[in-house]
């Protein structure tokens, strides 16, 4: 799957079932050896769009549970 496919997914938790925000919106970290997507890391926004000084949440790629059509459900716990 291609990067510019998953930007407009929504990423829930299956948790509690929040919306942690949009996969464009976060960074990516990535193996340089290998290429592979090793986690995504989500930016805290506070109601206005500026940052919060929460630390982002990281979710590793073993904790995402399921990519589907419009959304990406991980298992995280915060």
Do not use: C
Not at 5 to 20: A, P, T, Y
């Amino acid at each position: 799957m291609r990067y510019e496919e998953l930007i407009h997914k929504e990423i829930i938790n299956v948790k509690d079932g929040s919306r942690l925000g949009m996969l464009g919106q976060a960074d990516l970290q990535i193996d340089r050896k290998t290429g592979k997507l090793k986690a995504i890391i989500i930016p805290t926004y506070s109601m206005f769009g500026l940052k919060k000084n929460a630390k982002p949440a990281t979710i590793k790629w073993k904790n995402i549970q399921k990519i589907g059509k419009d959304i990406i459900l991980v298992d995280f716990k915060a």
